[in-house]
């Protein structure tokens, strides 16, 4: 029996590589790093406080504004 596992490791990475060099220029535009940041963030904020997810007040609002405030930050600055 053969053991593919190194090629089949070594295919997967390359084709991420191919992938992030063919789209470096669209994930390295500051749109796409805001949007991953606000994103990461909101993902954090429902992880932490899924309770303020449906609008009840408490200590985790702070996260879901900071997520808001990331995300809508990209508009302000692109249209100064």
Do not use: C
């Amino acid at each position: 029996m053969t053991d593919n596992t190194y090629s089949h490791t070594g295919s997967f990475w390359s084709s991420i590589h191919n992938l992030a060099t063919r789209y470096q220029e669209f994930l390295l535009d500051p749109g796409t790093l805001f949007t991953v940041a606000s994103g990461v963030l909101l993902i954090i904020a429902i992880a932490v406080y899924p309770q303020n997810m449906l609008g009840k007040t408490g200590e985790g609002n702070w996260l879901y504004l900071l997520s808001a405030l990331v995300g809508s930050s990209f508009i302000w600055w692109s249209a100064y």
